[in-house]
């Protein structure tokens, strides 16, 4: 055996020896003496050898030449499920070689692509990336279109150049096929053509597995099968609908997305329903032959059609429950075979967990005859439907009588046969009795134990199912415990965050802020994610108490010099020796070792993808960041003599520009070389400023008399320009900012001290005193309105860079600040010498705002709130004021004289006040539109509030009802009105075609606004005792009514059950509002014992208890969610808002490449 190579190898060169001379030797008198078990190794290699010449030759090759005279390639071929063959039919069933010999030659196609020669990396307007998968037609890479510039995958016909017009007339009706399919579970087409003589289309990239690499492991469990199917199969009934047959269903051809959502793809076989598109020959069987049906598995062409889908699909779902096809034999033959006499084995047989509803429908949709399988593919999409919803099926199983007779007719000689043995065992049947008595007796007896054995398993199931739901109770029992204890100590100064540490359902990535507790993402989405908006309202208040209010980027290498960012919001940060690059929106990021000293300044060129670094090493490097997967490259070293302080581009990253503390270098950023050495003698500080042409350029001088200011210089002669003039900084420049128009120039000093120069006029138009220590950078907001400084007093100060007034605070930054740029409009960045890059966000106010809008006024009830929906102006209504107020700023804006009661549209584009007897409607810029009067209302119990698609107002006191219909010309409505009883409160259903009322009588009573009528009326108690609901608000999407109490309990009411209701609330004095959050998952109870309940519906828990300052008028939610206000009878407003730990959440989710948990 160990001979054995050396003599293939003699063989294989003499053989080709001989082609090269142009001789035609044959492979047959190389093969004598060759032993069996080598034999069809060798003619493999030499097949192989005389394909390639012949094709180097230009000479036209048949691989079924080959198959014929050489058909032991085929023995022992298995058919595997997925692997697609093409193959010639079988007139002669037993022709075993002939079948088999395509399938090798299938197998050679293979081979020889293999070896064929590695097409280029740039394919037309694509950028071969990798190859992802090669079949027996087609080969797919996973390329980048560059014009789109996005990912896809790029389909080639395998034989490129030598593909035959029937190859290429199918690859271009698969292309076509697709690409008239627009639907999510189909893969689209997005380009198809021709490159060099290679055809080729482009298709959605689907990065994951398929269905049978989901399968291969272990069947799925039966309601995951039919869930996914279901999405199958509405994708296939599309193409249906379009007169698309795909024709090879099968789990190779079912890509799985990363959210487990299933792709139909490949539709190579595929062919339109109004005519054949004449690539598949006459009797000519192409596809899979596990899954195909068995009018394609005979060839007959004419009666494939759509319910061949369907049988196809049904195998699918066979598949995924059983773990393997419906046939499978050795060989393709002896699949097809089966494929066409044969019934399936019942799914149940090969897995006992499939439920009966699900095994009847796979083996309707493999019914042998077409008419009796499922009518259409959305037919079969019904009955899974009913299936998953526990409804009853429509299919029914196959009796075995039926079975029988199926059976004989397709067997019709062997049934014959049967019978003639069926009649000559009748004589001896009387024998046959006792034996079938007790055969059962067996059967029943199996029967009852496996009907036993069902009964436990389901006593089983609905046991774990009570289990886990008693864990989760107890899980969100827990939560709401631990939430209750954090929202009661929300007002008290750091205790919070001490608190935060203790909880177990604290969020992965904030424990180094609080050294809490080690639990790992991975656990925390094992479970159950029960964290809601209260939660999000403690993390932000936790870190605002700890006074470090951002979400953080660490830094492993230590103290943060210098950071820079991109367009495309890469964030670049220097420490000791090392660049760290993060990429937000993919989630990515890179360090790697870059000087031998500290990184001091960081700069991107415009287009992103080159960044220059500077460093106490006395050198300044230019990389290359690829995008893509953010690898880098150095392109050249630019070297000094003393430690680099400042380096840049110009606009086109052709040119670089570094600074030492006494010397401007200009560079050819493309080469490395240095262009010219300007001597400043005078720096002092590396601090410059530059445009992005170079045709403005500042630097740092320090004059004779001791003062600091910025210089330009000209960078073709190397020569200062004028000096600005006015009031020096008495201490060093450390930092130069340029604005984005180039009209002014921003300086920050070692005296504390920011300054704004007019450029063009060489003059001083401003002067802050910002810090008390060094200031060590400053920075441009986007507009040039603002500026932003920071330095070694742990504070960073954001300035009208017009008035000079201060704008914003921020402190807590834990060691000195050493850079600072603007993120986005909203966001500042900066460099810390504790490690970290930092956010600080403009947006977030504080968690908890509390405000007196006036003097209180004894006894003062009347009051409203109403948040815009921006989410931030809030306008409050307290007694006989309206105010509005601006959450963001947290001031008060100015307002018109609105009259009371200002509320806004819920879609926002108006608003409504009441004047004396009338009401006014406003537009966005608050002009009067329209003004309604209706008289006689009592002033101190009017009511009025917006229907929820903004286009009617309901308005009552305590006698009447009145709507008004604002989208019309028409007057308000009077719609109900009472002498004995008095109204407590009302509102809009979620249609506003009724009004929901409760009165003093202690009824809800409900009324049609059309026709002016009570239509239903309910006695309202709690625990069987009457009371009267204070404060009524319908579900923001469900047929749910909240109400609040007088006796402090608070209840949903279920229009759409009966009017059937649950408690929610308790608190141990009235009622006076309640609110629903937006999503409705939680709801808000403001209460006369000075507390908001929030409760979590769902759940059934109290989630947080907040304070007030004093007995509440109102409390409402902004429409995203966010914010709870509260309105109270001294006038105080209050603001709880979670925005800051929803936003600390989101950013640690893009470090860290995780999704934010709502």
């Known amino acids: 055996m160990n001979d054995q190579p050396y003599a293939f190898e003699e063989q294989e060169r003499a053989f080709a020896a001989q082609l090269d001379a142009g001789e035609s030797p044959s492979i047959d008198s190389f093969l004598d003496g060759v032993a069996a078990p080598s034999r069809s190794d060798l003619l493999r290699r030499l097949i192989q050898i005389e394909i390639d010449n012949r094709r180097a030759l230009g000479q036209d090759v048949s691989l079924r030449d080959y198959s014929e005279r050489y058909p032991e390639l085929a023995s022992g071929t298995k058919d595997p499920a997925g692997e697609t063959a093409i193959f010639d039919p079988l007139a002669d069933t037993n022709s075993q070689a002939d079948a088999s010999g395509s399938l090798a030659a299938h197998a050679l196609i293979g081979q020889l692509a293999e070896q064929s020669p590695a097409i280029s990396k740039q394919f037309g307007d694509y950028e071969l990336l990798d190859e992802i998968a090669r079949g027996g037609m087609g080969v797919v890479y996973r390329a980048r279109q560059i014009r789109a510039n996005r990912t896809v995958a790029l389909k080639m016909i395998l034989a490129g150049n030598l593909a035959g017009k029937e190859e290429v007339d199918r690859f271009y009706a698969e292309a076509e096929a697709a690409a008239n399919l627009d639907h999510p579970g189909i893969v689209p087409v997005y380009d198809v053509g021709e490159v060099d003589g290679r055809h080729y289309f482009s298709m959605g990239l689907v990065e994951g597995s398929n269905l049978a690499a989901l399968v291969r492991e272990q069947p799925l469990a039966p309601r995951h099968a039919a869930e996914l199917l279901k999405q199958i199969v509405d994708a296939v009934a599309y193409a249906h609908e379009r007169h698309i047959i795909h024709r090879d269903l099968k789990p190779e051809n079912i890509l799985l997305d990363t959210d487990g959502n299933p792709r139909v793809t490949d539709f190579g076989l595929a062919k339109r329903i109004e005519g054949d598109s004449n690539l598949t020959a006459t009797g000519q069987v192409m596809g899979t032959p596990s899954f195909m049906p068995p009018e394609q598995a005979i060839g007959n062409i004419e009666r494939v059609g759509p319910l061949s889908d369907v049988y196809s699909l049904g195998a699918v779902l066979y598949y995924m429950v059983a773990g393997r096809p419906p046939f499978r034999a050795a060989s393709i033959v002896d699949t097809l075979r089966q494929v066409v006499e044969q019934e399936p084995v019942s799914p149940r047989e090969l897995n006992p967990a499939i439920d009966r509803d699900l095994d009847t429908i796979a083996l309707k949709a493999l019914e042998k005859d077409p008419a009796r399988r499922f009518s259409s593919a959305r037919a079969l999409a019904d009955d899974l439907d009913r299936y998953l919803e526990g409804r009853p099926i429509q299919a029914r199983p196959v009796s075995r009588i039926e079975r029988t007779i199926r059976w004989a007719r397709r067997n019709r000689i062997v049934a014959a046969l049967t019978m003639l043995v069926a009649v000559g065992l009748l004589a001896l049947s009387a024998v046959s009795l006792y034996t079938a008595r007790v055969a059962r007796q067996l059967q029943e007896t199996a029967e009852a134990k496996a009907a036993s054995e069902t009964t436990l398993r389901a006593e089983a199931d609905k046991a774990t199912a009570k289990a886990l739901e008693r864990l989760a109770q107890t899980r969100h029992r827990h939560y709401a415990e631990q939430m209750q204890s954090l929202s009661q100590q929300l007002e008290t100064p750091f205790a919070l965050a001490t608190m935060a540490a203790k909880t177990t359902y604290w969020y992965p990535g904030f424990d180094s802020a609080f050294d809490s507790s080690k639990h790992s993402y991975a656990d925390l989405e094992e479970r159950e994610d029960v964290r809601g908006w209260e939660w999000y309202l403690v993390l932000g208040e936790a870190y605002h108490q700890r006074g470090n209010g951002r979400p953080t980027i660490p830094m492993e290498a230590g103290p943060v010099y210098s950071l820079a960012r991109n367009r495309a919001r890469k964030l670049a940060g220097g420490s000791e020796k090392q660049i760290k690059v993060v990429d937000f929106p993919r989630q990515t990021e890179a360090s790697w070792v870059a000087h031998d000293g500290d990184v001091v300044s960081l700069q991107f060129s415009d ?53 030492t503390d006494n010397s401007l270098h200009l560079w050819n950023a493309l080469t490395g070389e240095e262009i010219r050495q300007i001597d400043n003698p005078q720096g002092g500080t590396p601090a410059c400023a530059v445009d992005g042409e170079f045709k403005q350029i500042f630097a740092a001088e320090k004059t004779a008399e001791f003062e600091h200011r910025p210089r330009m210089w000209d960078l073709e002669t190397g020569e200062p320009g004028e000096a600005f003039t006015g009031e020096a900084h008495r201490q060093p420049i450390r930092s130069l900012a340029l604005s984005h128009d180039g009209k002014r120039l921003a300086s920050g000093g070692d005296d504390g001290q920011v300054k704004i120069w007019d450029v063009a006029e060489r003059k001083l138009l401003l002067s802050i005193d910002a810090h008390f220590l060094p200031i060590r950078s ?63 966000d403009l947006r977030v106010p504080p968690s908890i705002t509390t405000v007196a809008l006036t003097e209180p006024r ?63 409607l406003w537009d966005e810029s608050f002009q009067e539109t329209k003004r309604q009067v209706i008289a006689d209302l009592d002033p101190q119990t009017t009511h009025w509030l917006w229907s929820p698609q903004s286009h009617r107002i ?40 009724r009004v929901l009322l409760t009165t003093s009588d202690r009824q809800l009573r409900v009324w049609e606004v059309e026709r002016k009528c009570e239509t239903y009326a309910c006695p309202i108690e709690v625990k069987t005792q009457p009371t009267r609901a204070l404060w009524l608000e319908w579900h923001p999407s469900e047929e749910k009514l909240l109400s609040g109490h007088a006796d402090g309990l608070g209840k949903v009411w279920e229009a759409d059950n009966g009017w059937h209701n649950r408690y929610i609330s308790r608190h141990s004095l009235p009622i006076r509002c309640v609110s629903w959050r937006r999503d409705g998952t939680r709801v808000a109870s403001a209460s006369d014992d000075r507390t908001i309940h929030v409760f979590a519906y769902g759940p059934g828990f109290l989630m947080a208890e907040l304070k007030l300052e004093g007995t509440p008028i109102q409390c409402a939610w902004s429409q995203d969610g966010m914010k709870l206000a509260a309105l109270d009878c001294d006038g105080h407003l209050k603001v709880w808002d979670a925005t800051m730990g929803y936003d600390f959440v989101t950013i640690i989710d893009e470090q860290q490449g995780r999704g934010k948990k709502d």
């Not at 001031?891 to 608003?911: C, E, N, R, V, W």
């Not at 009145?962 to 028409?970: E, H």
């Open 607 to 659: 287009d992103g993808v080159k960044l220059i670094s500077a460093g106490t090493d006395g050198t300044a490097k230019i990389w290359y960041v690829n995008p893509a997967d953010m690898k880098h490259q150095l392109e050249h070293t630019l070297a000094h003599k003393a430690s680099v302080g400042f380096a840049a581009f110009d606009k086109p990253a052709n040119r670089a520009l570094t600074a």
């Open 778 to 840: 400053v920075s441009w907001n986007p507009d040039d309105s603002g500026i932003a400084s920071a330095g070694d007093d742990l504070e960073i100060h954001v300035w009208s860079s017009v008035s000079g007034k201060i704008a914003r605070t921020f402190g807590g930054a834990k060691k000195a600040l050493r850079g600072l740029i603007w993120f986005d409009s909203p966001r500042i960045v900066s460099a810390s010498l504790a490690g970290s890059l930092d956010f600080w």
């Open 858 to 920: 004894p006894g003062e009830t009347r009051g409203t709130l109403s948040w815009h929906r921006d989410g931030r102006r809030l306008a409050v209504s307290y007694g006989d004021e309206t105010f509005l107020w601006d959450h963001f700023e947290r001031k008060q804006l100015p307002s018109p004289a609105f009259g009371i009661g200002l509320i806004f549209s819920p879609d926002g584009t108006m608003a409504v006040t009441r004047d004396g007897d009338a009401f006014v």
């Open 954 to 993: 309901l308005i009552y006191d305590r006698r009447s009802v009145w709507t008004w219909d604002v989208r019309t010309i028409y007057d308000a409505e009077q719609i109900a009105s009472f002498d004995a009883i008095e109204i407590d409160a009302g509102t809009f259903d979620g249609q506003a075609q």
